[in-house]
């Protein structure tokens, strides 16, 4: 009974006298956390910056980045200060400020053998640069809008580039007189194109919702692509099959605002597939060399892998916010997402599952890029800045 009796004591009220009270403390409201704030630490918690280097050569947005095909850690930026950047991961001594445009640098191309550089910008000019010196070697002049895209031949310097006044140009920039070919037909901004991977024709696709098939020779149409078989709405974004594992290897994948995505064979002008699974507009598109696969990324958050031979998504992997961006991260499983958010996810193809996140940026992702040696992946963001990633963080790769 003594024992049950000292318990109730213990949970009894209990008081204090004056005399008990050693110390008093003056509490200034102003610092009391409030009450929606997490145990008085705020709710913004800077999140942890992952790169091993950051670019901030630009003063403003950057839009676009590539890297040479020849140079181990080369790389070029492009943004809205109307500037490019040339530059190398880990030599900050090493590096060119390209100017001369009038307006943001909305493209970016290496040659094929990487000695030079095509900046292309919605001033509706495209400088080429020699890669070694950082000095012009041509200007291409012709479209009278917006320089939409730009692509090299596979085999030479011959320049391709899409403008927003609905024409097509190439030029070759070894002549003098570098105007080969002014392709007309689109009636709207050309929004996505290239050559086929043997280079002997030349696919575009437009905010009219058609795809077309040239003659790079003759600037003669071969195909046009359009009506209820194929895309409702204008086209973001082309892709071209040059796969060992896929047997045509004269496809071109497409995707539309519309969220449909189709496979197109370039020979005979057909459609042979649709994937249907997007929701909303198909952003960004990119093939694997390994797999007969193909990813797809769009304004419904989701990043879709498809598998080609069968056309139906092998899986869907969700976002928080709009996927920008995709990279095949070279002939590996793995593909690597840029988000509205500003995070960088790399994700197992065999799985569907996230196996790293890269975070640094502040502000969304606009452009990715894999070094040619395979152990950097840069990012460019609305930040203003470059960043640069390891490729060995990612797990089991």
Same mark, same amino acid.
């Given at each position: 009974?003594?024992?049950?009796?000292?318990?109730?004591?213990?949970?009894?009220?209990? %008081?204090?006298?004056?005399?008990?009270?050693?110390?008093?403390?003056?509490?200034?409201?102003?610092?009391?956390?409030?009450?929606?704030?997490?145990?008085?630490?705020?709710?913004?918690?800077? #999140?942890?910056?992952?790169?091993?280097?950051? %670019?901030?050569?630009?003063? &403003? #947005?950057?839009?676009?980045?590539?890297?040479?095909?020849?140079?181990?850690?080369?790389?070029?930026?492009?943004?809205?200060?109307? @500037?490019?950047?040339?530059? @190398?991961?880990?030599?900050?001594?090493?590096? %060119?400020?390209?100017?001369?445009?009038?307006?943001?640098?909305?493209? !970016?191309?290496?040659?094929?053998?990487?000695?030079?550089?095509? /900046?292309?910008?919605?001033?509706?000019?495209?400088?080429?640069?020699? /890669?070694?010196?950082? @000095?012009?070697?041509?200007?291409?002049?012709?479209?009278?809008?917006? $320089?939409?895209?730009? *692509?090299?031949?596979?085999?030479?310097?011959?320049?391709?580039?899409?403008?927003?006044?609905?024409?097509?140009?190439?030029?070759?920039?070894?002549?003098?007189?570098? %105007? !080969?070919?002014?392709?007309?037909?689109?009636?709207?901004?050309?929004?996505?194109?290239?050559?086929?991977?043997?280079?002997?024709?030349?696919?575009?696709?437009?905010?009219?919702?058609?795809? *077309?098939?040239?003659?790079?020779?003759?600037?003669?149409? $071969?195909?046009?692509?359009?009506?209820?078989?194929?895309?409702?709405? &204008?086209?973001?974004?082309?892709?071209?099959? +040059?796969?060992?594992?896929? /047997?045509?290897?004269?496809?071109?994948?497409?995707?539309?605002?519309?969220?449909?995505?189709?496979?197109?064979?370039?020979? /005979?002008?057909?459609?042979?597939?649709? !994937?249907?699974?997007?929701?909303?507009?198909?952003?960004?598109?990119?093939?694997?060399?390994?797999?007969?696969?193909?990813?797809?990324?769009?304004?419904?958050?989701?990043? $879709?892998?498809?598998?080609?031979?069968?056309?139906?998504? *092998?899986?869907?992997?969700?976002?928080?916010?709009?996927?920008?961006?995709? !990279?095949?991260?070279?002939?590996?499983?793995?593909?690597?997402?840029?988000?509205?958010?500003?995070?960088?996810?790399?994700?197992?193809?065999?799985?569907?599952?996230?196996? *790293?996140?890269?975070?640094?940026?502040?502000?969304? $992702?606009?452009?990715?890029?894999?070094?040619?040696?395979?152990?950097?992946?840069?990012?460019?963001?609305?930040?203003?800045?470059?960043?640069?990633?390891?490729?060995? +963080?990612?797990?089991?790769?």
């Amino acid at each position: 009974m003594n024992g049950h009796g000292d318990e109730e004591d213990d949970h009894g009220d209990v %008081f204090l006298d004056e005399d008990d009270v050693l110390q008093e403390i003056t509490v200034d409201e102003e610092d009391l956390p409030d009450a929606d704030d997490d145990a008085g630490l705020g709710t913004d918690i800077e #999140e942890p910056d992952d790169s091993m280097h950051i %670019f901030t050569g630009h003063s &403003g #947005e950057v839009y676009t980045v590539v890297s040479n095909p020849n140079e181990a850690t080369m790389v070029a930026t492009g943004g809205g200060d109307d @500037k490019a950047f040339l530059w @190398k991961i880990g030599q900050t001594n090493w590096g %060119f400020e390209l100017q001369g445009h009038k307006d943001s640098v909305s493209a !970016l191309g290496f040659s094929a053998d990487g000695e030079l550089l095509a /900046t292309g910008s919605l001033d509706g000019l495209i400088q080429v640069w020699d /890669t070694s010196s950082g @000095k012009v070697k041509c200007k291409l002049e012709g479209p009278g809008g917006a $320089i939409e895209w730009l *692509r090299w031949h596979p085999k030479g310097h011959l320049v391709l580039a899409g403008s927003e006044d609905s024409t097509v140009w190439m030029w070759n920039a070894d002549n003098k007189n570098p %105007f !080969l070919q002014m392709f007309s037909g689109h009636g709207s901004s050309v929004t996505c194109g290239d050559f086929t991977p043997d280079g002997k024709s030349i696919c575009t696709g437009s905010d009219d919702a058609s795809l *077309r098939i040239w003659n790079p020779r003759s600037g003669e149409t $071969i195909h046009v692509i359009k009506g209820h078989s194929y895309h409702a709405e &204008g086209l973001t974004c082309l892709t071209m099959t +040059d796969s060992k594992n896929i /047997t045509d290897s004269t496809l071109a994948i497409t995707g539309s605002k519309d969220g449909s995505v189709h496979v197109v064979n370039v020979i /005979t002008g057909k459609v042979v597939s649709s !994937l249907t699974a997007h929701t909303d507009s198909v952003e960004c598109v990119a093939i694997t060399p390994s797999f007969p696969w193909v990813a797809t990324g769009g304004l419904d958050q989701k990043l $879709i892998i498809w598998d080609l031979q069968h056309s139906s998504p *092998r899986c869907t992997c969700e976002h928080e916010e709009v996927v920008t961006c995709l !990279l095949w991260l070279g002939a590996s499983q793995y593909i690597a997402t840029g988000c509205v958010d500003g995070k960088v996810r790399v994700w197992d193809s065999l799985s569907g599952s996230c196996v *790293r996140t890269f975070t640094g940026h502040s502000d969304a $992702i606009q452009s990715l890029a894999l070094s040619k040696n395979g152990d950097f992946l840069v990012s460019v963001s609305l930040d203003q800045t470059a960043r640069v990633f390891e490729t060995a +963080d990612i797990p089991n790769k």
